[in-house]
């Protein structure tokens, strides 16, 4: 069997070692992750040049197995719920956990106020890890909670990495809900806001989740130019009220630079 990995270019194709059933699902599920769009039988028949029969009882099996799910039209499939959890699951216990909490202690110790680590699942942001100041008026918001991504400071981050059509595809399925005065609920001025969010290079989240919260976050630099991490700082507008909430930012971009620099330290197998 021959397939194109995600970073690979149609016609490069490469023999996966260890051809068995197992081995082809994992590669093709490879293949899929390597996807920011929904795709039909069709789509991954022409990038992996597989028949399609093959490729159908294979799709079967993965959306039986909860790893896809086909979406209310029948043809295009998307990651399954089952998919998603075990990457959070891997992001969140993977064994560089404790070096990245080390890096989120210090920079609560710096700024004196919560901070977590999250990335992007679906249409929310998950914590992946957090750490609480010792301050005694604070949010507790425990690893493993979801918060909106329109309006969660890395939220707006993540999504301002999209293209407007992607934007669409994950947040034009239900209208986007208030969740204070200042949320952001009209998807153009939400693109407005998101534009602002990329020349900055951070994001904010103004009380817009919870009122009296404010959020400043920074993504984590990848090696792919693409991030799925962010680290922010929290704390009740009291102590960081909005004109205060850049002060922040060269704690956090060390932060990002020291986390990336753990995430870059994971050594990639390469096949003999």
Not at 102 to 125: M, P
Not at 158 to 177: F, K, N, T, V
Not at 202 to 218: K, M, R, S, T
Request: with cysteine; glycine share 8%; hydrophobic share 40%.
């Amino acid at each position: 069997m021959h397939i194109v990995p995600p970073s690979q270019p149609a016609g490069g194709a490469a023999e996966l070692p260890g051809d068995t059933p197992t081995m082809r699902l994992f590669a093709l599920l490879e293949v899929i992750a390597g996807r920011d769009q929904l795709f039909t039988l069709q789509s991954v028949v022409d990038e992996t040049g597989l028949p399609k029969p093959t490729l159908h009882r294979m799709l079967q099996q993965l959306e039986g197995a909860g790893l896809l799910q086909r979406e209310g039209d029948g043809r295009h499939y998307g990651t399954g719920v089952r998919l998603r959890r075990l990457a959070e699951n891997l992001l969140r216990n993977d064994t560089f956990h404790g070096a990245r909490h080390a890096v989120l202690r210090r920079l609560v110790e710096e700024v004196g106020e919560s901070c977590n680590i999250t990335a992007l699942a679906g249409d929310e942001v998950v914590y992946l890890d957090r750490v609480e100041t010792a301050a005694p008026l604070r949010f507790y918001l425990a690893p493993g909670s979801r918060v909106p991504a329109h309006c969660s400071a890395s939220g707006k981050l993540l999504l301002a990495q999209m293209s407007p059509a992607q934007r669409q595809r994950l947040l034009g399925h239900a209208p986007l809900m208030a969740y204070t005065p200042k949320t952001v609920t009209d998807l153009a001025q939400l693109e407005t806001a998101l534009k602002a969010v990329r020349r900055a290079g951070h994001a904010l989240d103004d009380e817009e989740f919870l009122p009296g919260l404010l959020c400043v976050a920074v993504l984590v630099p990848s090696d792919t130019g693409r991030s799925n991490l962010c680290v922010a700082v929290q704390a009740p507008v009291m102590r960081l009220p909005r004109e205060k909430a850049e002060s922040v930012l060269p704690a956090l971009q060390r932060a990002a630079r020291a986390l990336a620099d753990i995430e870059h330290a994971v050594p990639r197998q390469t096949s003999a």
